[in-house]
């Protein structure tokens, strides 16, 4: 076996044992490359299952934690899916794998632009980068099939909730910043929204505004 090999099926095997076993979701994330979304320092470590600095004092989620929301959301080749927090990029380009088309939207110019140059070397071709405060979501292109938050709100945002249409699913960190969150599932009904608890997690803050970089 080569060394890419191996470290694709030790990758996928660390996926696995932590309960993420949804077939859809594990071939995507053996064809994205996680080592394209971390630079520098810590490019050692990307097949590594944790989390990991990246620019803007921000991080690139767990692959096992990528993998559990991804899930969680229940992803359909016809759905069109938000994603706030984009990071690295590394969640939208697992979703972009999984969706027929992903917008995505961060609060750091920055980390949209260096987003966008691994999403058109990758050639991930339906994925929309937005620099905005996600808290608002994106009313232009609303409703989502699927919203996914990837930054802890005390409770989930409002505008977030009413973009999300009938039948649709939002996975998201709810709790105070710099303590354990709880993974929630959100489904809008006909009549109002089911919650249902995940798993206890923990995430940077959704802070309002634009980040000055
Ligand atoms: N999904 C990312 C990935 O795959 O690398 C990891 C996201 S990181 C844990 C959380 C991100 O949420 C940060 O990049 C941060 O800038 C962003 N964020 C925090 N508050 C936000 C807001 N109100 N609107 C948009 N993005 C926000």
Redesign the pocket.
């Known amino acids: 076996m080569t060394d890419d090999r191996e470290r694709t099926m030790r990758f996928l095997y660390a996926l696995r044992s932590k309960g993420v076993t949804d077939a859809r979701v594990l071939a995507a994330m053996e064809r994205i490359d996680r080592g394209a979304?971390v630079k520098g320092l810590f490019a050692e470590r990307a097949y590594d299952d944790m989390?990991l600095p990246?620019a803007?004092g921000?991080?690139?989620?767990q692959p096992s934690v990528?993998g559990l929301m991804s899930q969680a959301l229940e992803v359909g080749p016809r759905d069109k899916v938000l994603?706030?927090?984009?990071?690295?990029?590394?969640?939208?380009a697992v979703l972009s794998e999984l969706a027929r088309r992903v917008y995505t939207?961060?609060?750091?110019r920055r980390?949209v632009r260096e987003a966008e140059e691994v999403f058109r070397a990758l050639d991930l071709t339906n994925i929309t980068a937005v620099t905005?405060?996600?808290?608002f979501g994106l009313p232009e292109q609303a409703p989502f099939d699927r919203i996914i938050v990837?930054?802890a709100a005390e409770d989930p945002p409002g505008p977030l909730l009413a973009q999300l249409r009938v039948g649709g699913i939002m996975v998201l960190p709810v709790g105070q910043s710099g303590a354990v969150q709880t993974l929630i599932r959100v489904t809008r009904t006909e009549n109002g929204f089911d919650y249902h608890e995940l798993r206890p997690v923990r995430?940077?803050?959704?802070?309002?505004?634009l980040?000055q970089e």
């Open positions: 979304f989390p990246i803007c921000q991080t690139i989620s990528v994603e706030v927090g984009t990071g690295s990029g590394y969640q939208a939207i961060d609060r750091y980390l905005g405060d996600g808290s990837t930054a995430f940077v803050p959704l802070v309002g505004g980040g």
